[in-house]
């Protein structure tokens, strides 16, 4: 084979690798951001989930703003009792 030919194998060789190199890193991209969106996604569940219990709980929640949602938690989470009950 000559040096030409020899070379110009390299260098398909050479291309075919960076465009595995590319592949590989789009695929990882990819998988990073369907972690990120599957995340964003039991976040909100949570939220959504945990946001129906306090209304269930609390009465006359629909009628309460957020601070006062707020308030009253921070002030039941201040009783003494509270760590206990946390478990």
Same mark, same amino acid.
């Given at each position: 084979? =000559?040096?030409?030919?020899?070379?110009?194998? *390299?260098?398909?060789?050479?291309?075919?690798?960076? $465009? %595995? +190199? /590319? #592949?590989?890193? $789009?695929? *990882?991209?990819?998988?990073?951001?369907? $972690?990120? #969106?599957?995340? !964003?996604? %039991? !976040?909100? !569940? /949570?939220?959504?989930? /945990?946001?129906?219990?306090? @209304?269930?709980? +609390? &009465? %006359?929640?629909? @009628?309460?703003?957020? @601070?006062?949602?707020?308030?009253?938690? *921070?002030?039941?989470?201040?009783? &003494?009792?509270? &760590?206990?009950? +946390? =478990?």
């Amino acid at each position: 084979m =000559s040096k030409q030919k020899t070379l110009a194998k *390299v260098r398909e060789q050479i291309a075919q690798v960076e $465009n %595995d +190199i /590319r #592949q590989g890193e $789009n695929k *990882v991209k990819r998988l990073l951001q369907k $972690n990120h #969106q599957q995340e !964003r996604k %039991d !976040r909100t !569940r /949570r939220l959504i989930e /945990r946001g129906a219990i306090l @209304e269930s709980l +609390i &009465p %006359d929640a629909k @009628e309460l703003s957020n @601070e006062q949602i707020q308030s009253l938690l *921070v002030k039941v989470l201040k009783l &003494p009792s509270a &760590p206990n009950a +946390i =478990s």
